[in-house]
């Protein structure tokens, strides 16, 4: 069974910094790009970050120079990270963690908020 667990949102001040993990499991991600996506309310779901098997990465342009993916392949499970610093109001949303196989995975999302 495939599973993608993302751990590490919750409530912070402007200026601060978030840690989120993934833990994907149950089929082989280790060669294919992963990331993560935001959903505001009323807003559309967005690619924040990706990164490929390789390491190279993608960020929004919200997301450079603040946000950093990182990846650990090991034998049975990926993790990837998401650095957060110098959080933004603008940055509360639903965060989820994205694998894409021959069709896409999806985490069930986790909370981050910003206050100001």
């Known amino acids: 069974q495939v599973q993608l667990v993302e751990s590490g949102g919750g409530l912070v001040q402007a200026g601060g910094s978030l840690r989120l993990s993934c833990a994907a499991s149950?089929?082989?991600?280790?060669?294919?790009?992963m990331g993560w996506y935001r959903q505001a309310p009323g807003k559309q779901r967005e690619l924040v970050a990706l990164?490929?098997?390789?390491?190279?990465?993608?960020?929004a342009d919200s997301a450079k120079g603040r946000f950093t993916i990182s990846r650990d392949n090991s034998k049975n499970t990926v993790t990837v990270a998401l650095q957060m610093n110098s959080l933004k109001p603008e940055d509360t949303a639903v965060y989820y963690c994205?694998?894409?196989?021959?069709?896409?995975?999806w985490g069930q999302g986790t909370q981050v908020t910003v206050s100001s």
């Open positions: 990164i490929r098997s390789g390491g190279s990465t993608n960020y």
């Open positions: 149950g089929i082989i991600f280790s060669n294919t790009p």
């Open positions: 994205w694998a894409s196989t021959t069709r896409a995975y």
